[in-house]
C-alpha cells in the first residue's frame, strides 16, 4: 500500500488530489467568479441573427418613374451586386426618387461590405445625372430599438408632443449605457402661403414673381461695422419679417399708372400650420403621437440599464401635465430579463430534477458530490462564454439544459470508480488517484465523440445557423468544463469527504430483471429482432406524414404586427384605411394597445423583421394584447386569425397582412411567389390573376401582392415652338407650374428662436384651372394661358416599378389557415393551380416557407451525416474495429423512433427544433452504446460468449445506463412543459427518443453485436 503512495507521481491529474483543500478553495473563488462573469455578460432574447440591409435612396425631383429606373436604380443595381458577401438587392423607382434595399449574406463581414458599398456607390456617382441629389445610404435598418416611447394627448398637436418628448431625450440620452434616444413623428409648423391664381391673373407677375420678391425682401446679410476712434460698432440692420402680418404686408407689385400697391395678402392667405409636406404620421390607440426610440450600447447587460431608464422617466412624468398619455411601447431590458428569468428557472428546476435522480441512484453523501459539478460546470461555461463573446439568450441557456444531464454523467462515472477503490481498502488520496486515472480516457474519449456530434452544427449556414449555432457552442463548452471538473474537482471531494460504503443486501429489481428476459429472448429470436426493429422504423418514418409540420412557431410575445399595402398612392388613403382597422381593433377585449405608422415602418421593436419601403401606401400597426383574459381565444395563434378574418371581410382597397412575431423572420408570408418580367402591366396583371384565383381555394388566405393599382395622370404635352414664339421657354413652364401645384420654400421665418419654412403655392384644385393658368415669360410681362400652348389629357400609370435582382418583379404572398400545411399548399399551387392558367411572359420563382425548411433541412441532415462520420472515426481509433463502430451507429435509428413517437403522443409539431433534437440525440444516445460495447469486449476476454458476455454487460450497465438517461430526461421536463413553442418539440424529440433509443439499446446492441461480430 505504501509503495503504490510513493508512486504516484506529481501529475495534472494528482497534484489536485494531493492539495484537495487548495483544490477546493481555487474552485470556490472559480464559482465565485462565474457569478460576476454571469451579471455581466450581455444578455438578449435571441441571437444576433438579423440579415444585414441598407438601404440607398437618391432623389431626383421632376423625373419619371421610368427614367428613374434607367438612369438611377438600373447603374446603383449594378454597383451594389460587386459588394462583399453580396445577397441580393431589391430596388423601387417612383417618379423622382429610387430606393434600394441590399442584403448580405449572413456570414458577410458587415463593416468591409459596408466601406465598399460607399465607395462603389461614389464611383456610380458620376455615371448619374449631374442634377440627381447624391445617394444617401442607411446601414441601420436592422438595428433594433431598445425601448419605444409614446407621447400622445387629445388636445395635443404634433409640434406639443414633440417639444415635451424632447425633454425626455435630453436627460435620458445622459444615462450611462445609453447611445442615444431618436425622435420619430414629429411634424414640424411651417408658413404656409397660398396665391388665389384667379387674381394673380390680373397682375402682370407670375407665381414665380412672388416667390423671388418674398425671398429676396426676407434676404440677411452681415452689414459690417463703423470704425471709430475708440474702435469699431457694428451695424445691424432690422428685418422685415418680424411677424405674419409683415409677410401678409409684402408689396408684390406697384401700378404704373396710379402707383398703387398690391400686398401679398390681396392675392393670397398666409398662415402657421403644421407642415403638409408630410411623408409619414404616427399614432397611438388612434390619437396623433409622437416615439422616442432608445438604444443601449452593445456588449451590454442592458437590465440594469434599463431600470435606471425607469426611474428617470418616472422622475421626469412628475413635471408633465396629466393628459399627456405616455406609453411603452416596447421595453427590451425587461423583456429580456423576463425571458431569461424563464429559461433560468428552467434550468435551475432541470439541476433540481438531476440531483433528486442522482440521490436516489448514489446515495445522500456521493451524490452531494456529483450534485457539486453541475453548478460548477455551468459557471466555469459563463467565464468562457465572457472570454469569446458569446451572449445569455433563450439560446444558450436551451443548451445548458440539453447539456445537463451530459455534466452530470462523467461525475457520476468517476465517483463510481474512486468509491470502488475505497471500497477495495484503498485509501483516500490512492483510490481518488486510481479512479480518476482509470477514467480519464474513457471519460475523454465519451466528450469527444459527444463533441464530435455536435461540432458539424456549428457550420450550419443561413439564418438558422445564426439562431442555433450557440446550442452547440454551449454544450462543447459545458461538456470540456465538465470533464476537467470531474478530473480535477471530484476526486479531490472525494479526498475530503469519501467514505467507504457499508455492505449492502442486494436487492432484486424487476425492471432490471424484464430487461435481462427480454434481452434473452431477443438473443434467442435474432432475426425475428431485427425484423421487428425494422418494420417499427418504417412505420416511424411513414408516421412523419401525420405529424403537424411547422417551420417555426411564432415568438412568445403578446404581441403582433400589421402590414398593410393600399392601393391607392395616397396617405390621406392609407390613413382612412388605418383607421378603419384601428376601429375594428378597439372591438376586440383582448387588444391592448394599438401604436400605428402610416407611411413608413415603425421604429424595429422586433429584432426579425423584414425591411420595408417607406411610401404613401404603406402602413404598419403594432397590436399588444392579452390572451389571458379572452374568453374566445385559446391562443394567439387563433386571435390572429380572427382579426384577418376580419379584415379579409371588411378592408378594401388595401393588401392587410396580421402578423405574429416569429424567430424565423417575420416579413411576407409563408408562401411567396416572385412574378417577374419586363412587361410591368404583364407582371401585375399575372399577380392579380393568381391573388384572385386563390381567394377561391380553402386553405389559402392573408393573399397580396406588392403590385398597387395604376392611377391615372393628367399629361401636358407642350408644343415648345409656338410657345418660343410667344416668348415662354421650357424654364417658365415648369418652374411656374412646380410652384402653383407643388408649391416650394421660398425663404425661412426666424421667431424666439425658432425657424419655420415659408412655403409657397397655388390653389389649383381642377385641370380646367390649370388650363387657364397664365404663364408669365421669363423675358416680359406678358401672360399666356397653358392652353394656347399645350394639350392635356388623362393618361394611366404604374407609380412604382419594384425590380428584384435586376429584373422587374412583383411578389404575390399568402400564408395556411389553420389546420392546413403551407409546404403542401406551396406544392398545389406549383404543380396544380398555376399548370392551369396563362402566365405567359412572367417567369415565377418560389421563396416561401417550403424552401427555406428544404435548404435547412438539408443543411441539418448534412451536419448529421458529418456528426456520424466524426464519431465512426473516434470509435474506429478507440475500438480498433471497422464493426464495432457501425454496431454502436446502428442505434441512431432509434431514437429516431422514439423521437417521432414521442411528437405524436404529445400533438408537438414536427419543425426545424424538432429535427434539431433527433440530430441533438447522436451526441447523446452514442455514449451508452460505448460503455455497453467496452464491457461486452472485456467479458467475451474472460472467455464468455457473446450471449453470457452480452446478458452480463447489460446487467452491470443497467444502473449507469439507466441513470444517465434519466438525468438528461429530468432535466429536459421543465423545458418541455414551458409551454415554449420553439423549445417544447426539441425537448419533446430529446426526451422520448433518448428514453427509447435507452431502452431498446440494453437489448438491440447485444443482438446486433451477436450478429455481426463472430470473432
Known sequence: METKKINIKNSLLSVPIKQSKITLFLTLVIAFVGVYFYYFLPKQENPDIAVPVAMISTFYPGTSFADIEQLISKPLETAVSEVSGFDKVESYSFTGASMLVVSLTNDADVEKSWQELGRLIDDTQSYLPKDAYKPFIDTKLIETAGMIISFSGKDYDYEQLAAYAEVFQRKLSKIDGVTRFNLIGKIPQEIEIIVNIAQLQK??????????IIKAQNVSFPAGAIKTENGQINVNISRPYGIIKDIENTIIFTSTENGSAVRLKDLATVKLIESKDVKYKTKQNGKNAVLLTGYFKADKNIIPIGKDVRKEIEKIKTNFPEDLIIDEISFEPESIDKSISNFMSNLLQGIFFVLVVVFIALGMRNAGI???AVPMSILISFIVMWIF?????????????????????NAIVVVEAVQEHLNSGKDKIEAAYLGAKETAMPIFSATLTTIAAFSPLLFLPGASGDLLGDI????????????????????????????KSKQKKVRKNPVRQFFIAFLEISLKYKKTTIILSVVVLIISFISVRFLNEEYFPPAAKQSLYIDING?????????????????????QPEIQSITSSIGKPLPRFYQLMEVNVSSSQYAQIKVDFDIKKSEKFNNKKELAAHLQSIFNEQITGASVQTRLLSISGSGGGSILLNIAGNNLGRNVEVAKMIRDTLKTIDGYYKIGTTAGNSKYEYDVEIDFDLASALGVNQYDIQKQINLALMG??????????????????????????LENFGIK???????????????????????????????????????????????????????????????????????GEREAQKKDSGNLNYAALAAIFLVYIILMMQFKSFVQPFVILLTLPLAFVGAIAGLLVTGQPF???????IASLIGIVVNDAILLLEFINRARKNGMSIAEAAKQSSNQRFIPIMTTTATTVMALIPLALSGNELFTPLAVSLMFGLLVATVLTLVIIPVLYSILIKK
Open 567 to 587: 392601393e391607392s398612392y395616397s396617405l390621406d388613403e392609407t390613413e382612412k384605411i388605418v383607421s378603419n382597422i384601428e376601429k375594428t381593433l378597439n372591438e
Open 777 to 847: 415669360s421669363s423675358s416680359g410681362s406678358q401672360k399666356i394661358l397653358l392652353k394656347q400652348i399645350a394639350e392635356t389629357g388623362l393618361i394611366k400609370k404604374y407609380p412604382v416599378i419594384r425590380r428584384l435582382n435586376k429584373e422587374r418583379n412583383i411578389t404575390l404572398f399568402c400564408d395556411a389557415e389553420t389546420g392546413y400545411n403551407s409546404k403542401k399548399l406551396t406544392d398545389k399551387l406549383e404543380f396544380e393551380i398555376l399548370p392551369k392558367l396563362n402566365t405567359s411572359g412572367t417567369d415565377i420563382t418560389f421563396d
Open 744 to 769: 416650394n420654400e421660398v425663404t425661412k421665418y426666424r421667431k424666439s428662436g425658432n425657424e419655420f419654412p415659408v412655403k409657397l403655392s397655388g390653389n389649383i384644385s381642377s385641370i380646367e384651372q
Open 911 to 917: 419543425s426545424f427544433t424538432a429535427l434539431l433534437g
Open 389 to 409: 463573446g458569446l451572449k445569455v439568450h433563450q439560446i444558450s441557456t436551451t443548451a445548458l439544459i440539453i447539456a445537463l444531464g451530459l455534466l452530470v454523467d
Open 472 to 499: 452547440p457552442k454551449i454544450v462543447i463548452i459545458s461538456l470540456v468544463a465538465s470533464y476537467f471538473v470531474a478530473m480535477l474537482v471530484i476526486p479531490s471531494l472525494m479526498v475530503l469527504f469519501g467514505k
Open 370 to 372: 456529483v450534485a457539486f
Open 203 to 212: 397682375y402682370p407677375i407670375s407665381i414665380d414673381d412672388i416667390a423671388q
